[in-house]
């Protein structure tokens, strides 16, 4: 069971899958056919090529190396939590977050 969903972001767009079992070379594949599509349907003038992320219940580190390395897209795997962390280390990790993204905002206003 995979649940896909296409997100743009300034400079182009990401694709997320999320599984619910363990990571396979077959969802590597259909995660290279989101972005084939996506690339051709979805991209934008000067946008950077989409970029994928299979998120997984489990994922085997060799299997995902072999399946996901020099392909022509840009796919990373992970894996999700199925328990939440403590609720002060997650505000903690939200608070770490804003500001270091509130670093960056001066730097990405002066790009554009």
């Not at 296409?6 to 995660?31: N, P, W």
């Not at 990373?76 to 500001?99: F, G, H, M, N």
Request: proline share 4%; aromatic share 6%.
């Amino acid at each position: 069971m995979a649940a896909c969903l296409a997100e743009r972001h300034i400079t182009g767009c990401a694709t997320e899958d999320l599984m619910v079992g363990k990571f396979s070379y077959a969802d590597a594949g259909q995660m290279h056919l989101y972005l084939n599509y996506a690339r051709e349907h979805w991209m934008k003038a000067g946008e950077n090529p989409p970029v994928g992320l299979i998120l997984c219940a489990e994922k085997g580190a060799a299997e995902a190396h072999y399946a996901l390395d020099n392909l022509p897209n840009k796919v990373l795997a992970a894996e999700y939590q199925t328990v939440l962390p403590d609720e002060k280390l997650i505000a903690d990790e939200l608070e770490r977050s804003r500001l270091q993204l509130e670093e960056r905002r001066p730097r990405l206003n002066q790009q554009h």
